[in-house]
């Protein structure tokens, strides 16, 4: 392995790592502690271990802030999704909208990007299993015609969460993407199918991130992916 080569390398599985690690956590430290279990206090109120007051009234404000108005690239549509986000917050004291949509926004990048290249080891580790099977179904189907994909994420526009809720233990959150790209398709001649190389198109797509808040395992997977209407651009299987 070339010098190069060996510093990608080692760029990409950090990055990895981080996904793993802090998509949905209050922020990059102690990345391998699992998530605090919840206990009933002696009124019956449920606490979280270390977490103050004031970091929960923190995190509720921050959530409001983003219903009513955009900051920077991250926003949250309506008062239903709002309402989805707090029941989160209650039951996992270290997420973190902002944190989470900015951990959302690189693994959509990176998800993109890497569903291009085939690298189904890195899908692997952000997919549900349903996600994971659609997009290894269109990877292999490329492969077979012999047909090769790149895409490049430029720029996260916005990132907007949709829907939010808590189901049980399951938290999900639907965020849409408005995202600046460059994607071609070539076939085994390395002729043109689709897209162009230095043509940027604006890309808009709606994933659903799931995680079980009482695993230990800190990841959020995208267990879910679908069009927005007119405007999508069909880069990314359809698992609707």
């Avoid at 230095?198 to 709606?206: A, N, Q, W």
Wanted: charged share 30%; glycine share 6%; net charge negative.
């Amino acid at each position: 392995m070339t010098a190069e080569l060996m510093v990608y390398a080692i760029v990409a599985a950090g990055l990895i790592f981080w996904l793993r690690s802090i998509l949905g956590t209050k922020n990059g430290e102690d990345v391998d502690r699992p998530t605090p279990d919840l206990k009933l206090s002696s009124e019956g109120k449920i606490i979280g271990l270390g977490t103050s007051s004031e970091e929960t009234e923190e995190t509720f404000c921050a959530i409001k802030e983003l219903v009513e108005g955009s900051k920077g690239s991250m926003s949250i549509d309506g008062h239903a999704a709002e309402a989805g986000l707090i029941d989160i917050s209650k039951a996992d004291k270290e997420f973190d909208i902002k944190v989470f949509l900015q951990a959302a926004q690189d693994a959509f990048a990176y998800i993109v990007e890497s569903f291009a290249e085939g690298d189904r080891e890195t899908l692997k580790d952000l997919l549900g299993e349903d996600v994971y099977n659609a997009f290894d179904k269109s990877i292999a189907a490329r492969e077979d015609a012999g047909e090769t994909m790149v895409s490049e994420i430029h720029a996260i526009k916005k990132s907007e969460v949709v829907e939010a809720s808590l189901n049980g233990k399951e938290a999900l959150v639907t965020v849409r993407f408005w995202a600046d790209e460059t994607s071609v398709i070539r076939d085994e001649d390395s002729n043109i199918i689709s897209g162009h190389p230095e043509k940027t198109t604006l890309m808009r797509d709606v994933w659903t991130f799931s995680r079980n808040l009482k695993s230990r395992d800190p990841r959020w997977l995208v267990i879910e992916t679908r069009e927005d209407g007119d405007e999508d651009n069909d880069i990314i299987p359809n698992t609707h």
